[in-house]
């Protein structure tokens, strides 16, 4: 009972973006330790499914959202299999695609906005748990008249929490996270990822390098004697802080849906997942505090790749397994 109690909670807290927890210095100097190349790094396959099929991504927007937000968050997604000009979102999907299977099948580049659901009713509350997901994915699907469909074979289903939702461990821990659903809840397993809102409750822990945490003092100075806070590319650092979150967090669902593809590390429950092992990295250079070589607009936001419609990203960089280091296509070398 207590080790079966133990394994449940030692699982619901695997796969996490924990980003600039508080020890931030570790975290600074894990970023730097990866940032070239690097043979420590064993990042291993262990024999389970990655994403190959073309991927229907589901969207439940939990909670109040502001239009303009929606809209830069489909954006991002329409962007990840359109093309875009170099460097785009789906150039840097490309190292995702590098990943595969035991088949031989690599990560789809395909993935679809297949369905939307608008929970806007809080059907589970303001104080969710991280297990409180998947009764929000059961919710999604089983509604009437709008239900989302429940596709077990190429679904990918996205829980967004408005900033008015607090989600367990959310800006202490963890920004996002990705799981599997268990049959018992929702009927069928299948791969989920959640992100919150974090502009409201904790833009200097999720949203960064839009925005810099207040108990650090001043943010480290950059190369050009200013400092590393951007601005943001979509004008709004809580989303397009999200998205970043977001990014990192489908490279690691793809790579590892059901936590026994690729991972780092020798402990499925809490594996070093592909962008886990570039937290901080958005550019060549990039580690220790400082987040890369990056392009700056007209304007001075930040941002290192293209999508659909003149948007621009900021997305962190994911571990290249031919190359053996973090990479983006916004490399400079
Ligand atoms: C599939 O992955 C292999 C191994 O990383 C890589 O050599 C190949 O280029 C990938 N294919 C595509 C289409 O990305
Ligand atoms: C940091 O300070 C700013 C301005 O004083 C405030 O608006 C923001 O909420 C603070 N952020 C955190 C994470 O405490």
Request: aromatic letters at 14%; hydrophobic letters at 35%; a neutral charge.
């Amino acid at each position: 009972m207590h080790l079966q109690y133990h394994i449940l909670f030692l699982s619901l807290f695997c796969c996490s973006y924990l980003v600039f927890s508080w020890s931030q210095n570790d975290l600074f100097s894990q970023a730097k330790n990866y940032e070239g190349s690097s043979d420590l790094v064993e990042l291993q396959y262990h024999m389970g499914p990655v994403l190959a099929s073309p991927i229907d991504l589901y969207i439940i927007w939990y909670g109040h959202w502001n239009r303009y937000h929606q809209a830069t968050i489909r954006d991002f997604i329409y962007s990840l299999s359109s093309p875009s000009p170099y460097p785009s979102v789906a150039d840097w999907w490309r190292t995702i695609r590098l990943y595969t299977d035991q088949t031989g099948s690599n990560v789809t580049e395909s993935i679809v906005l297949s369905g939307e659901f608008f929970d806007s009713s809080y059907s589970h509350g303001r104080y969710l748990s991280r297990l409180a997901m998947q009764s929000i994915i059961k919710t999604a699907v089983k509604s009437h008249p709008r239900a989302l469909p429940l596709n077990p074979n190429n679904g990918l289903y996205l829980v967004l929490t408005s900033g008015d939702v607090q989600v367990q461990d959310f800006c202490r821990e963890v920004c996002g996270f990705h799981y599997f659903t268990f049959p018992t809840i929702v009927g069928v397993t299948v791969p989920y990822a959640w992100v919150g809102y974090s502009g409201t409750q904790c833009p200097g822990m999720c949203a960064y390098p839009f925005a810099w945490p207040n108990y650090s003092g001043k943010p480290p100075p950059s190369a050009n004697g200013g400092t590393n806070i951007m601005k943001a590319p979509n004008g709004d650092a809580g989303v397009d802080g999200m998205i970043s979150v977001l990014a990192h967090e489908l490279a690691e669902v793809s790579s590892n849906p059901l936590i026994n593809a690729w991972y780092a590390g020798d402990n499925p429950t809490a594996p070093t997942e592909i962008a886990d092992l570039c937290l901080g990295v958005y550019g060549s250079g990039g580690g220790g505090g400082y987040v890369g070589k990056v392009y700056k607009d007209a304007w001075g936001d930040g941002f290192n790749v293209n999508g659909v419609k003149g948007r621009r990203f900021l997305l962190q960089w994911v571990w290249n397994p031919v190359k053996r280091r973090c990479f983006g296509p916004n490399s400079i070398d």
